[in-house]
């Protein structure tokens, strides 16, 4: 999450963590909401990780999830479970689903992601990065994504 954020602040967007890991600490000390299953419950746990804002008075939602290449996968797929993919939907349908992968940074707008039976999501179904995040320059996208893909080494 901290690779997209300093690509973005360093960018130009104004970006912060907006997730309940960070907002709601003392709610999280005092009980396990996040695993309830009220619909209240469900969208807190479920809360995107980054609110980023543009001088242009867009504000996003940024949902970031990371994943490693697993063995069994076809270049360019990774695998999202489709309750978390049902989830942002539901709650979240405005918001960016970031994807960090080996393969490089991806996003996609949540309401435009489908969802599919076996789990498995293809890269090539998502934006480049920058047709969302305009600010962005190929460099920068570069210069971070070596970044993660340094660190994603060390989790394969």
Known sequence: MEIVKAMLENSGYTVCHYGYEYTLLD????????????PTGRMLAGSPDLLVYDKKDEIMLVEIKTR???????????????????????????SILVIVAPEGIFAQRASEIEIRANDYQHLSDFDKFQYIFKKVSPECKSHYEDIASQILQIWM
């Open 27 to 38: 709610l999280l000390s005092k009980s396990s909401y996040g695993k309830s299953k009220t």
């Open 68 to 94: 490693t290449k697993a063995k069994y996968l076809q270049k360019g797929e990774f695998i999202l479970k489709s309750a978390e993919i049902e989830r942002l939907k539901d709650f979240w349908s405005h």
